[in-house]
């Protein structure tokens, strides 16, 4: 299973701040698709984390990782 | 020692950031305290929520320090971001840079907000009197149209 983190607008669109996808390996596109087909989200702009390092539309993600959605940022 | 890098739900204290980083080498320290403003464009800000990813900001407060590394090896640096709800007036985020001497203080610690502003993964809520946002796409930041920010590509 994959776990998927959501933050800020993100967090509140979908109303969990953490999904689990059953799934052993998807790449961040396909958990992106997974997201825009279940919730009202746009992610094509949105920053991915795997395992707390940034990532690629293209990395790929396995059971027992943790990507999270990082909308533009706004801290400092 | 308390850790360098933190993200904290409490009011902070500036000194005890500052303190961090006192050195026996240092000649300068800087500190620069981020507080919650009114006013922004002409709109009024009742109240300000701060959202992390703890366990990312704090890898990426130690990136932060790393490129410091690179171009300033001997400044030291110390950050600590709040979290939660913010009136005005409140401290957000407080850097300290300790070097040998002031000029160096001076960019690095100019060189980690800028880098904040980039990296870290920590985002603002906007309360006003009539609404509330969270906050994006501000001037100041580098807008990411996809995928990760140019730095760690050069990795």
Redo the contacts between chains.
């Keep these: 299973m994959i776990n998927v983190?959501l933050?800020?607008?993100l967090?509140?669109t979908v109303g969990e701040e953490k999904l689990v996808i059953e799934a052993e390996k998807m790449s961040v596109s396909d958990v992106k698709a997974w997201l825009e087909a279940r919730y009202q989200l746009e992610l094509?702009?949105v920053?991915s984390?795997v395992n707390?390092?940034?990532?690629?539309?293209h990395t790929i993600v396995q059971s027992g990782d943790v990507i999270?959605f990082?909308?533009?940022?706004?801290?400092? | 020692m308390t850790a360098r890098f933190e993200i904290s739900s409490e009011p902070l204290v500036v000194d005890d950031v500052t303190q961090k980083v006192v050195s026996r080498n240092a000649g300068a320290i800087t500190v620069f305290i981020?507080t919650v403003r009114e006013l922004t464009k002409g709109k009024k800000t009742v109240s300000l929520e701060?959202?992390?990813?703890p366990?990312?900001?704090i890898?990426m407060f130690e990136q932060i320090e790393r490129e410091m590394h690179e171009k300033w090896p001997e400044a030291q640096l110390a950050i600590t971001?709040r979290v939660g709800k913010l009136d005005i007036t409140d401290i957000?985020?407080v850097i300290a840079v300790s070097s040998p001497h002031r000029k160096i203080a001076y960019e690095a610690n100019e060189f980690a907000?800028d880098r904040?502003?980039?990296?870290?993964?920590?985002?603002?809520?906007e309360h006003w009197e009539d609404g509330t946002e969270?906050?994006?796409?501000?001037l100041e930041?580098v807008?990411?149209?996809?995928?990760?920010?140019k730095e760690?590509l050069d990795d």
């Design positions: 983190l933050f800020a607008h967090r509140e094509s702009t920053m984390a707390e390092e940034f990532a690629m539309d999270a990082i909308p533009p940022i706004s801290g400092g | 981020g701060y959202e992390a990813y366990a990312m900001a890898k971001h957000a985020v907000i904040i502003k980039q990296i870290v993964p920590i985002w603002k809520k969270w906050i994006g796409d501000q930041n807008p990411y149209r996809a995928g990760a920010p760690e």
